[in-house]
């Protein structure tokens, strides 16, 4: 059964600790993205790898690390530099077309909602 | 940067009144894609479109791309309790690597 795992569906942290979201596919898709999504403020990019052990930073990355070790693993750490991180998250993974010209359609798992006490 | 628009941010409706939502970029783009999400889940893939002026249907749902690339539309006709959720548009251009997604349109249909 393919797709993509996120886990665990809800996170709680205290105020100061870092966290890691995992992100999992098997879709042998190169390409993996990590969202944050705030009510009513859509799908902001975090970080994004296109493929392994290489990753760059997306419109929010400030607060985030990544890292991409194998092909089918995106982890997400949060850490305590990043000022507001109660979210939802999204991971996401698609794939390439035309010589990494543009990417098809993006699966989304089913993401981690992040509460920080 | 990039920077996609996206209204209405919210659009209340009657049970078969029609909806539509639109999509603006700052930006020339390759592709665009549109994708729902319902209430409490995640966002799933409807259409791509790749062509300039390109119309796609999926039942009552039609899609339409800008001439100049740069707008798109998603229209749907007798809106019915499940067409509710939030609609996102998403905009790449060529070579970014990446999507840049509008805010969305959240519809409640009133039965």
């Known amino acids: 059964d393919g797709g993509i795992t996120q886990s665990p569906k809800y996170l709680f942290r205290k105020e100061g600790q870092n966290v890691t979201l995992s992100c999992e596919q098997n879709?042998?898709?190169?390409?993996m993205y990590w969202y944050r999504q705030d009510p009513g403020q859509g799908l902001r990019l975090i970080y994004y790898?296109?493929?392994?052990?290489?990753?760059q930073k997306g419109d929010i990355a400030e607060g985030y690390s990544v890292s991409r070790e194998k092909k089918e693993s995106f982890p997400l750490t949060v850490t305590s530099a990043q000022k507001n991180p109660t979210a939802f998250y999204l991971c996401?993974?698609?794939?390439?077309?035309?010589?990494?010209?543009?990417?098809?359609?993006?699966?989304f798992g089913p993401g981690t909602r992040l509460t920080v006490l | 940067g990039q920077q996609v628009m996206q209204i209405p941010q919210y659009q209340h409706v009657q049970e078969g009144e029609d909806f539509t939502t639109y999509c603006n970029s700052s930006?020339?783009?390759?592709?665009i894609q549109w994708y729902k999400q319902r209430p409490g889940g995640h966002p799933v893939f409807l259409i791509q479109?790749?062509?300039?002026?390109e119309v796609k249907k999926q039942k009552r749902l039609t899609f339409q791309f800008g001439e100049a690339k740069k707008n798109s539309s998603l229209h749907i006709t007798a809106t019915q309790t499940t067409d509710v959720g939030t609609y996102f548009c998403?905009?790449?251009?060529?070579?970014?690597?990446?999507?840049?997604f509008g805010d969305g349109t959240t519809l409640t249909v009133k039965p």
């Open positions: 879709l042998n898709h190169d390409a």
């Open positions: 790898s296109q493929i392994v052990n290489d990753f």
């Open positions: 998403a905009g790449q251009k060529t070579n970014a690597g990446k999507s840049t």
């Open positions: 479109l790749v062509k300039s002026g």
């Open positions: 996401a993974s698609s794939t390439p077309e035309g010589g990494r010209r543009s990417y098809n359609e993006q699966f």
């Open positions: 930006t020339t783009l390759s592709n």
